[in-house]
């Protein structure tokens, strides 16, 4: 079996990490701004992360196989192995789908 998958930029730094309020992606603050989220393509810039991630967040996992259960909740994403939060504060999905 061949992974294809690229895998999601891990955490460089255990303080001010961020999640990403649509895919729970965990990332530094920096590693947001200058990357944005690897799953969403946003939060490159500074007013993007800002809204688009929080500080908020608890519990985390490691998602290195795709197809586990946790990423299936989200498959309407096609989630990279990365760290995920597992609760995500202030999370609103509907607006943030909004276009
Ligand atoms: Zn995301």
Redesign the pocket.
Known sequence: MEISQESATLPDSVKKLRA?K??R?VKSASQFQGQG?D??KIGKQTFEFKKFTTPKFSGMISLMDPTFSFAARYNKLNLIPGVYAIEVEGVQEEEIYQE
């Open positions: 990403c649509i895919c992606l989220c799953n969403c």
